[in-house]
């Protein structure tokens, strides 16, 4: 018999072997900002303790929740520290990151619930790229089957999966070791409301640092996404990244979520609506013409996109991507570039002083 964490369990020879190199693995330290993540918190931690990994710290870094999400993480057997005041999760983070003994650290979010071999994974990455950044993606299926969480996780992970070398290791399955974090100063706590690793990613390469993208360490998200969730978030995340982007002068770059491809997308459909607002104004039907050549051509560089899409949950679920995707979901996208550039540009909200 192998004791193993809270269970036993006879095991095989070859699953024995198994064991033990991956008890012989460094230890990894999981850090987990959280704030009112009640909902969630629970369900992450569980799957983090049913890990197949057996040398790992799990830190919970609570954010001055106001819900009961604090109480939840102390039924766990992990390490809770509390700020003294809700600081963001830049410094959730770093403040775990400085109070962790692993010898790799492994940034997730309290929405996500990792794999059983997740953690496997990421000691295996981790050993064969030394000095480089890691990261990890959403598995194609979140955690709840509605059709607006399917559409974003199929939509994260084909983004963010499409280069070896990304432009950014989301910090929803961050790999990195201490001393690099240490050195780099961690993640900006003075900064927009999100994107800080992308900050953070760009920072670190800058410096010479390798960033790898590894799409065996995954984690499945908590998005419960309804329309309206959906079309919120893409409107948040395009206003900050355009700022951001314009303050970086990468606005037009191929960047994880913020590909060429989302960017066509967005384009082809401002055109198609320009065309056919013409059209009815002027009442020349001809400038409409050009309207299903462009949304041929737009479907044609997204191909890859809708080819996973389709591969992860049929025909059914592709036509609805493909509608929802050139037909609604580029308006919330261009309108939260459009409000964001116009805030960079107007200096709103101390918009031109991005770090």
């Given at each position: 018999?192998?004791?193993?964490?809270?269970?036993?369990?006879?095991?095989?020879?070859?699953?024995?072997?198994?064991?033990?190199?991956?008890?012989?693995?460094?230890?990894?330290?999981?850090?987990?900002?959280?704030?009112?993540?009640?909902?969630?918190?629970?369900?992450?931690?569980?799957?983090?303790?049913?890990?197949?990994?057996?040398?790992?710290?799990?830190?919970?870094?609570?954010?001055?929740?106001?819900?009961?999400?604090?109480?939840?993480?102390?039924?766990?057997?992990?390490?809770?520290?509390?700020?003294?005041?809700?600081?963001?999760?830049?410094?959730?983070?770093?403040?775990?990151?400085?109070?962790?003994?692993?010898?790799?650290?492994?940034?997730?979010?309290?929405?996500?619930?990792?794999?059983?071999?997740?953690?496997?994974?990421?000691?295996?990455?981790f050993t064969e790229h030394d000095?480089?950044?890691?990261?990890?993606?959403?598995?194609?299926?979140?955690?709840?089957?509605?059709?607006?969480?399917?559409?974003?996780?199929?939509?994260?992970?084909?983004?963010?999966?499409?280069?070896?070398?990304?432009?950014?290791?989301?910090?929803?399955?961050m790999v990195i070791s201490p001393?690099?974090?240490?050195?780099?100063?961690?993640?900006?706590?003075?900064?927009?409301?999100?994107?800080?690793?992308?900050?953070?990613?760009?920072?670190?390469?800058?410096?010479?640092?390798?960033?790898?993208?590894?799409?065996?360490?995954?984690?499945?998200?908590?998005?419960?996404?309804?329309?309206?969730?959906?079309?919120?978030?893409?409107?948040?995340?395009?206003?900050?990244?355009?700022?951001?982007?314009?303050?970086?002068?990468?606005?037009?770059?191929?960047?994880?979520t913020a590909s060429l491809e989302?960017?066509?997308?967005?384009?082809?459909?401002?055109?198609?609506?320009?065309?056919?607002?013409?059209?009815?104004?002027?009442?020349?039907?001809?400038?409409?013409?050009?309207?299903?050549?462009?949304?041929?051509?737009?479907?044609?560089?997204?191909?890859?996109?809708?080819?996973?899409?389709?591969?992860?949950?049929?025909?059914?679920?592709?036509?609805?991507?493909?509608?929802?995707?050139?037909?609604?979901?580029?308006?919330?996208?261009?309108?939260?570039?459009?409000?964001?550039?116009?805030?960079?540009?107007?200096?709103?909200?101390?918009?031109?002083?991005?770090?």
């Open positions: 018999m192998i004791w193993l964490r809270s269970r036993h369990r006879k095991i095989g020879r070859s699953d024995r072997l198994s064991f033990i190199i991956i008890h012989m693995g460094r230890k990894i330290s999981v850090i987990i900002p959280n704030f009112n993540g009640s909902a969630t918190i629970g369900r992450c931690l569980e799957a983090v303790f049913d890990s197949r990994y057996d040398d790992f710290e799990v830190i919970v870094v609570d954010d001055c929740s106001t819900d009961n999400s604090a109480e939840i993480t102390g039924l766990f057997p992990c390490r809770l520290i509390r700020l003294d005041r809700h600081a963001g999760a830049s410094r959730a983070r770093n403040v775990g990151a400085l109070s962790s003994s692993g010898e790799i650290l492994f940034f997730m979010d309290a929405d996500c619930v990792m794999q059983a071999d997740t953690l496997a994974a990421v000691e295996r990455a000095r480089t950044i890691i990261g990890g993606t959403y598995t194609r299926l979140p955690h709840d089957d509605r059709f607006y969480s399917a559409f974003q996780s199929v939509f994260i992970h084909y983004s963010e999966t499409r280069k070896e070398e990304p432009d950014y290791i989301a910090s929803h399955a001393g690099i974090f240490r050195e780099s100063g961690g993640f900006p706590e003075d900064f927009l409301p999100i994107l800080e690793d992308v900050e953070f990613s760009h920072r670190l390469r800058r410096s010479g640092m390798k960033l790898r993208m590894d799409p065996s360490i995954l984690v499945r998200h908590i998005f419960n996404f309804t329309l309206h969730k959906s079309l919120r978030n893409a409107f948040r995340k395009s206003l900050y990244w355009s700022m951001y982007s314009l303050k970086n002068r990468d606005l037009l770059a191929d960047s994880g989302l960017k066509t997308n967005v384009v082809s459909f401002a055109v198609m609506m320009l065309l056919l607002s013409l059209a009815l104004i002027s009442g020349k039907a001809v400038l409409s013409f050009p309207v299903p050549f462009i949304l041929v051509f737009n479907i044609l560089v997204n191909r890859h996109f809708f080819s996973a899409i389709y591969e992860t949950k049929g025909m059914v679920f592709l036509v609805s991507s493909v509608l929802y995707y050139t037909l609604i979901y580029p308006f919330a996208v261009g309108a939260g570039s459009f409000m964001g550039i116009s805030r960079f540009y107007l200096g709103s909200s101390g918009s031109r002083d991005i770090r």
